[in-house]
């Protein structure tokens, strides 16, 4: 077995892709295992590996970890981005659990219905310009540096950078009000290990499609309909 994590979970973004980011910027290779079928699925049930029997699962320094937080804080610990101290590790949990509220929204989007999807969309936008971008366009004004905690790149600065361009890919230009994160987002996208994650041919994955969604309604046995907000 190589050294480096690997990722059990399906071809497409879901939980597990704030995982992936996170490695990459950490500049940590990983290897991945995509389930496509339910067998699958059900031996890693079988085998005790899912804890609270759900994906995502990551095998990393001779544990296998679930629950999707716990995963990303001790990657950010491992890798000295999750602040200096315990009054920084707060506020970047803070951010971290806001931006997660935000992409939560996100992450339903493919499941719904194409009625719901337009009306998803325009909550999406709603939220985002009124609720959570202007706390973070605030605290990069007040504080005037480059980062959103203690002036150095942090977990919450790699969270926010995601959804910042999660929330594009539904309207292009929803941050022309905010020109600190404007400049955010071009500062962190050209750190080295987040450039090259940004770049074709990285792990990074696709906006879910028909095939994502379809497979994991089949390994998951989904066969209800999400609803919009």
């Not at 404007?182 to 987040?194: C, L, M, N, W």
Request: glycine share 6%.
């Amino acid at each position: 077995m190589s050294g480096k994590p690997k990722l059990y979970y399906f071809d497409g973004r879901g939980k597990m892709e704030s995982i992936r980011w996170l490695l990459a910027a950490a500049g940590v290779e990983f290897e991945e295992e995509f389930l496509e079928t339910r067998e699958q699925y059900e031996k890693l049930l079988q085998g005790g590996s899912l804890l609270f029997q759900q994906v995502p699962m990551v095998e990393i320094d001779g544990m296998k970890m679930v629950q999707t937080r716990a995963i990303l804080s001790y990657i950010a610990a491992k890798y000295n981005l999750y602040g200096k101290d315990l009054k920084e590790r707060a506020l970047i949990d803070m951010y971290v659990g806001g931006t997660d509220d935000l992409m939560g929204f996100i992450m339903m989007f493919p499941f719904l219905s194409a009625e719901d999807k337009e009306k998803q969309c325009a909550f999406i936008v709603q939220k985002a310009t009124s609720r959570y971008f202007p706390v973070y366009e605030k605290v990069l004004k007040d504080h005037g540096q480059d980062f959103l905690v203690g002036n150095s790149f942090s977990w919450a600065d790699v969270h926010l950078l995601e959804a910042i361009l999660m929330v594009e890919e539904k309207k292009s230009d929803v941050l022309s009000a905010f020109p600190q994160l404007q400049a955010f987002k071009a500062r962190i996208s050209s750190i080295p290990t987040i450039k090259k994650f940004l770049e074709p041919g990285s792990q990074r994955k696709p906006v879910p499609d028909d095939k994502y969604v379809e497979t994991v309604r089949r390994v998951l046995r989904m066969y209800y309909d999400l609803k919009a907000n």
